[in-house]
């Protein structure tokens, strides 16, 4: 299939990339670069041998996106531009309603127009709120706490009633836990502006020594050792979901969480991290980070049954992929 990647030379976009061109599909990127760099996408072609054409636009530019379709004859689209950053979006609420729901309702647009029938739309585990977990499909969402979540919450929504209106439409809501680690090959992987939110990419600068110490932020949650819990998954895998989603849709909207199922505390990440890659972390606890909750985690159930879809790689795996990137490549490819 020829697929549009919307912020294929992201973080997880990029991998996205890798995984569809090694399974045949090719890719036409459209990304802004607001949060990544064109060579990322120099680094994909480097991992498959194979070309990505990229046009650097701004989803949200209807214009630009019509353009874009009618250029290309798309079977399929993978939403994934959009702003991210949780603390940001409260500062700046504004930012993230007009980039993240403009951008998918000006995509859906475009592919009523043009014919284009499948939607594979980013979203998030936070839509779930503070709900028991694990978190499954099926549960009604909690409000979101933050103007990110919230819309991804409204996105869902929006995709929802567009695909009730085209019925022709298959359209998968991912639901992506926590992504972490990077390609194999140490060439792509998560790469921060600035000081990291997320706490893989804040480990492996503290491991690097950019920063002098890992903040866990409260010891006192009602979880196995007071840290808090999350389903971290690599990215490999949450790509090749991406890919079995694509492959698998059936009409209409399905909903799947791409997770492992497993929740892991920060203090076991520490320790995983400090066996993978034999050393040791510096670390001290503080405050809670307002916002945050206890335990998330998947139920991942759906998407094996449905897409056949597991994740296979390890929290070594992570681990140890997420170092290598940091290691060799960070220190010269980080964002301006
Ligand atoms: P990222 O910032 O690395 O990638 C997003 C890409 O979109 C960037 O390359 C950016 O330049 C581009 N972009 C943003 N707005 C754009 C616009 N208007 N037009 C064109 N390009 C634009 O983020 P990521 O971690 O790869 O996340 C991808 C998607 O997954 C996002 O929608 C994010 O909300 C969602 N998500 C991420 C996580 C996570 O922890 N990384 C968790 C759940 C959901
Ligand atoms: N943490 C620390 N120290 C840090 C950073 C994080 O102790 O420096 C802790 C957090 O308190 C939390 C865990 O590590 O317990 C994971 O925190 P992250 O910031 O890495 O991830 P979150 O679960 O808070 O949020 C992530 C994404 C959101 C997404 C959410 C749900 O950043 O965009 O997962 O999937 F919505």
């Known amino acids: 299939m020829n697929i549009l990647v919307t912020g294929g030379a992201g973080y997880i976009g990029s991998h996205t990339c890798v995984s569809l061109l090694e399974t045949g599909h090719t890719v036409v990127v459209a990304d802004n670069l607001c949060n990544s760099r064109a060579d990322t996408l ?43 950053a949780v603390g940001e979006s409260v500062a700046k609420p504004l930012k993230y309603y007009r980039n993240n729901i403009i951008s998918t309702i000006v995509l859906a647009e475009a592919c009523q127009r043009y014919g284009v029938k499948r939607f594979v739309f980013s979203s998030s585990a936070t839509v779930y709120g503070d709900n028991e977990v694990p978190f ?25 009633d567009a695909a009730k209106a ?28 600035g000081i990291p939110n997320n706490l893989m990419p804040y480990i492996t600068q503290v491991a690097k020594g950019k920063l002098d110490k890992l903040r866990i932020f409260g010891d006192d949650y009602p979880t196995v050792d007071g ?39 920060v203090l076991q990440l520490v ?22 909750i206890a335990e998330c985690y998947a139920n991942a159930s759906k998407a094996k049954r449905e897409l056949g879809w597991v994740a296979k790689r390890d929290l070594l795996e992570m681990c140890r992929d997420a170092w290598r990137f940091e290691k060799n490549f960070m220190g010269s490819c980080l964002h301006s």
Not at 137 to 158: D, F, H, Q
Not at 246 to 252: I, N, R, Y
């Open 42 to 84: 120099d680094r994909v072609k480097q991992i498959t041998g194979k070309d990505v054409i990229f046009s650097r636009i701004d989803v949200t530019d209807e214009a630009a996106v019509n353009s874009l379709f009618a250029d290309y004859s798309f079977d399929g689209v993978i939403h994934f531009a959009g702003h991210k």
């Open 227 to 265: 840290t808090g819990v999350r389903d971290y998954i690599h990215v490999m895998d949450l790509a090749e979901g991406h890919v079995a989603a694509l492959d698998k849709l059936t009409s209409g909207v399905h909903v799947y969480n791409l997770g492992t199922g497993q929740g892991t505390s």
């Open 166 to 193: 085209n019925p022709d439409w298959s359209v998968a809501l991912l639901r992506y836990f926590n992504p972490v680690g990077a390609h194999e090959s140490g060439l792509i992987g998560d790469a921060p502006d």
């Open 136 to 160: 499954v499909e099926s549960m009604p969402l909690l409000p979101a706490t933050n103007p990110y979540g919230e819309t991804k919450a409204v996105c869902e929504r929006i995709l929802i």
């Open 271 to 292: 320790k995983a991290f400090e066996d993978a890659n034999g050393m040791k972390l510096s670390c001290a606890i503080v405050a809670r980070r307002p916002g945050d």
